[in-house]
DNA sequence: GTCTATATCATGATAGAC
DNA sequence: GTCTATCATGATATAGAC
């Protein structure tokens, strides 16, 4: 059974590669520790991804494919069933960020942990990553954004896309996990209170992004780009 | 001058970690790196700051030193102005994350560069950065939080926390920088609109922020912490 | 296909001359 | 205080045996 060991091996790989980047980062992360913790050779890695930087691209790749293609199933399932009239900005804001918070209970496509790691790669400072992940997005971000236009045809476009950016932010720092969250917390909430898991967190964020989605224009804001 | 020629070579080395910190993180930053481009020799480092990890400590506590005072001292006038009456929330979020914001228009401080440094910084897994920042941050984090209590009286703390939580994702998101924005610009918007500035994004981002912190409650919250 | 062994180089830190 | 020289370690990647 070659097939099954090297999909065995190399899913291995993937799962401790991406437990590891979560908790140390990218460049904090060798890859003698993830072949270690992984239990396979150290030359593994490169026969089977070629590099480090194409393993993590590869880490991202299978979790971020089936994300981004569930978003568009489920933006395409309510714009059928709204059969051309605009969507609600929540229906898009929960098509978005909520499909993207109920990964954390589905540990076959990553769970917690690719969250954890997703919300703080956003930061990374490295260029390929980036580079990397706006490739990945850039499909799902176009057809999320002309259906915010059109939900939203009074506020100007610019207005939209910014807040978008904002929306993004305060997602991914809610993913990037809890132990940041010390920053704020460490004082009125027990643990308890502060780790709530998703199903806590989701209607708490949402409500969150769609006021601040929502709310009246700033004065001195410009009309909208041509 | 051995006084001056000390806090010369300090400084520089300071300058040019903070720069390399915010454009490859810390651990893609090498002190040979840090070193040559300061033009100071290998063994400075150590014998100015310890160790790397101590500079990177070094290298926040200078800029969090004045921006964390500054803070304090423009919501103690706000405070003294209001005479024990509540401060309205607009103006505790803008003595927070507008006392921020206009720190990237002030070279002097750090300017944009230790800004995206600091926003890139907040989602960094290194078990020894966040708990050197929730040190740094921990007095204004308990200000802040105590003038929102007062402020919004009939929200439950809890909700405050969480979203004060949301609120420093955005706004770190944001001033992590316009290549992350790439993910959601690249599109509709031309580089003049998006890269606009600290004073085309401070009342955007007051707008969103303010919007989601005075959201109406999502209903099946519970009542706050006694 | 998988692994051993190794090549090649960069890292953070320090000892000791000046 | 500053520099040179060097240490010990760890990094990614690969050549070649099996």
Redesign the pocket.
């Known amino acids: 059974m070659?097939?099954n060991?090297?999909n065995?091996?190399?899913e291995r790989i993937l799962d401790t590669a991406e437990t590891l980047f979560m908790a140390q980062g990218y460049?904090g992360?060798?890859?003698?520790?993830?072949t270690g913790q992984a239990q396979?050779?150290?030359?593994?890695?490169?026969?089977?991804f070629?590099?480090?930087?194409?393993?993590l691209q590869e880490v991202f790749r299978r979790r971020l494919k089936w994300l981004n293609d569930e978003r568009l199933r489920v933006l395409d399932a309510l714009e059928a069933e709204a059969g051309g009239h605009a969507l609600k900005p929540s229906q898009i804001v929960d098509a978005f960020f909520g499909t993207l918070l109920r990964m954390a209970g589905d540990r076959k496509h990553g769970g917690p942990v690719f969250l954890r790691l997703l919300g703080r790669t956003l930061t990374e400072p490295s260029e390929f990553i980036r580079t990397f992940l706006a490739d990945e997005y850039r499909e799902v971000m176009e057809r999320f954004k002309s259906a915010l236009f059109k939900a939203l045809p009074d506020v100007p476009r610019v207005e939209i896309v910014w807040r978008f950016h904002f929306m993004l932010g305060a997602t991914s720092y809610a993913i990037a996990g809890t132990d940041t969250l010390r920053l704020v917390t460490d004082w009125h909430l027990d643990a308890a209170e502060a780790d709530g898991g998703p199903e806590r967190l989701l209607p708490r964020l949402m409500t969150f992004l769609l006021g601040g989605l929502r709310a009246p224009l700033p004065a001195g804001t410009g009309p909208g780009l041509p």
């Open positions: 070659p097939e060991r090297r065995a091996t190399r460049e992360t060798s890859m003698r520790q993830i396979v050779n150290l030359a593994a890695v490169n026969y089977h070629g590099s480090k930087e194409e393993l």
